[in-house]
């Protein structure tokens, strides 16, 4: 006995209807996603530029700060730190004449299209009429791919302590120490020839001596101290 089944043509309509709403909850889904996706990426390359355009507001500043110590130093004279010469307050008047100086620039390792802009906003000299401490401060627009940051800053500029007070012992001459009764808790030093004759002294550190011209030093050690024989 040969029994037929057939679909009734309603139910025919009933499937297509579920499945067309099942390939558009799928297709709103996918839709959905794509754009959260691209949301995402979005704000993920936002938050890249901001940090970046952060980071090169930084690096203006940086550079603007070693330009003007750079300047400093030759517009005023260097001194090798061997000479121990220290520079005068007076000198840091040069910082008085940077109002308003500008600087633009770029980094080519940063991936964007990328760019500063620093200004000197302000010279304070808080210790006036003394011209050391300077206190500058500088004011950086750094843009990365239409992300604009600004970052001020304020650096001091001043005169650290004397070399010299890193030494038991330290004469800007010839040294020498003469005596078996000398001793030195320290590094000793001289801006000439360094002796210690015939004696025998106690130097708990290192001993050092320059060439100086203006005295016709070679910068030489010579004599014996308690522990090696210097020649």
């Not at 209807?17 to 799928?26: D, K, M, R």
Request: one cysteine or more.
């Amino acid at each position: 006995m040969n029994k037929n089944f057939f679909v009734k043509r309603d139910e025919k309509g009933s499937v297509m209807v579920v499945s067309f709403f099942i390939l558009l909850v799928l297709s709103i889904l996918f839709a959905a996603f794509m754009s959260r996706s691209i949301v995402d990426n979005r704000a993920t390359q936002k938050n890249k530029d901001i940090l970046q355009a952060y980071y090169l507001a930084e690096a203006g500043i940086d550079a603007m700060r070693f330009q003007l110590y750079d300047n400093f130093k030759k517009g005023e004279g260097y001194f090798d730190e061997t000479t121990m010469y220290d520079r005068t307050s007076e000198s840091f008047a040069f910082f008085d004449n940077i109002a308003g100086m500008e600087m633009q620039g770029s980094l080519a390792s940063m991936s964007g299209a990328n760019y500063y802009n620093l200004d000197v906003v302000s010279i304070d000299t808080p210790n006036a009429p003394s011209h050391v401490p300077k206190d500058i401060t500088f004011q950086c627009n750094a843009t990365v791919n239409g992300i604009t940051k600004k970052v001020t800053a304020v650096v001091r500029y001043t005169m650290s302590p004397s070399k010299v007070f890193d030494y038991s012992y330290f004469i800007n001459n010839y040294g020498w120490f003469w005596g078996n009764t000398i001793t030195s808790q320290g590094d000793i030093r001289s801006n000439g020839n360094f002796s210690f004759g015939s004696y025998n002294p106690i130097v708990n550190g290192d001993v050092y001596a320059s060439i100086n011209p203006g005295l016709g030093a070679a910068g030489t050690i010579s004599g014996s101290n308690s522990n090696n024989t210097i020649v």
